[in-house]
């Protein structure tokens, strides 16, 4: 970071500092409800946040329902849904994908339905809200659902995946990790980090179908976890678990096809630790990449090109606690929020928009397993 990036960042660190010292209680205008998934039994917690100060204040349980993975929001916010992985649910061996009304910082329950398999670890909206995909860990599958008013239909398609990898503590079958869609919405994608591939299929929204369109092969052992699109239209990104790198990726809008550009590795050389990569957060513009690192613990921030997506490293950053399993900007992108797992604490850096660098100290708040963070 050059000298006059850094001392401009440490200014706005140290002004943040300043007015949250003096600052006792949270400013009601300011308030904003946070949802935090969490792997216990009582499953969505809410927190209130002010972006003035950077603080959390605990609210209390928002939701009971078991070993909380992913929750996500419609495009209006009236309705959050959540996958629980959990290994049976309504006496079949499936994970749950259920759905909420909100209504004035509360979850109302409004519908639950069973997954394809267990252990349903994450969900995703597509980009006109009427359909919802699961990805299940532990039975290696997808299930696709119609959304209408909030509400889950039963699975409409399934499919149970029969790959596996060489790295046999890990891959010995395959594993549903991570479902996403392209920036257009005609088509979907699963990450498969047990066959070391992404399957890739054309959209039916309205209806909620999903037909084969082809694959994206990994390196073999890598374990594609997640993938995220850049606000380019034409670059993604996917994070590869079981080697801490990330596959630099070319979408073609012509037929969903993923081509491989180039590899970021995340990891030190003398790195020591038993690390596997996480997450990503893009920023609304596209100019920052973060990536969530665990074992090592770590934040890496990076640059990218508006036009291809390239990275420039800026530096890592502690995730200010054991595993990050989750991280997200706060809707005024100048501070990043960390759901550390296994050390039960959110962590809260400040970073600047100008330079995308995060500060290297933060704050950390109680909140038992946090596995995802959902801004109001």
């Not at 039963?154 to 149970?160: D, I, L, P, R, S």
């Not at 921030?301 to 502690?318: K, N, Q, S, V």
Request: aromatic share 10%; hydrophobic share 35%; glycine share 8%.
């Amino acid at each position: 970071m050059a000298n006059s990036s850094r001392r401009r960042f440490l200014k706005s660190v140290a002004a943040v500092s300043i007015y949250a010292a003096g600052s006792r209680s949270f400013s009601q205008s300011n308030r904003q409800r946070v949802f935090i998934g969490s792997n216990k039994p009582d499953g969505i917690r809410s927190f209130d946040w002010d972006p003035a100060t950077g603080e959390l204040a605990p609210v209390g349980v928002a939701a009971q329902i078991a070993n909380v993975d992913w929750i996500t929001y419609s495009a209006d916010r009236k309705f959050l849904f959540a996958a629980s992985e959990v290994d049976s649910f309504k006496g079949k061996p499936t994970g749950e994908v259920a759905s909420f009304a909100v209504e004035n910082g509360s979850l109302r329950p409004l519908s639950s339905q069973n997954s394809a398999s267990k252990g349903t670890c994450h969900i995703a909206l597509d980009h006109t809200g009427r359909t919802l995909l699961a990805a299940d860990y532990g039975g290696g599958s997808a299930a696709s659902f119609k959304v209408t008013d909030g509400k889950l239909s039963k699975a409409v398609w399934t499919e149970h995946y029969t790959g596996k990898g060489p790295v046999a503590d890990r891959q010995e079958a395959a594993h549903a990790h991570f479902a996403s869609y392209s920036p257009d919405n005609r088509f979907a994608y699963i990450n498969d980090l047990g066959s070391d591939c992404i399957h890739i299929y054309s959209l039916n929204a309205g209806a909620a179908e999903l037909k084969p369109a082809g694959k994206y092969s990994a390196r073999p052992g890598s374990g594609p976890r997640t993938l995220h699109f850049h606000p380019n239209g034409s670059t993604a990104y996917s994070m590869n678990e079981l080697t801490s790198t990330v596959d630099v990726l070319k979408w073609n809008k012509a037929d969903g096809s993923l081509t491989f550009v180039t590899r970021i590795k995340l990891l030190a050389a003398a790195s020591r630790a038993k690390s596997t990569g996480c997450d990503t957060v893009i920023t609304k513009d596209g100019r920052n990449v973060y990536f969530a690192n665990r074992g090592d613990d770590f934040i890496y921030a990076f640059t990218a090109d508006a036009e291809t997506g390239a990275l420039t490293p800026i530096g890592r950053t502690t995730s200010g606690g054991k595993v990050p399993r989750n991280f997200a900007l706060d809707p005024t992108e100048r501070w990043m929020l960390v759901a550390n797992q296994n050390s039960d604490q959110l962590s809260v850096f400040a970073r600047d928009p100008q330079t995308g660098a995060l500060a290297s100290e933060g704050k950390s708040y109680p909140c038992p397993a946090p596995m995802c963070i959902l801004f109001a």
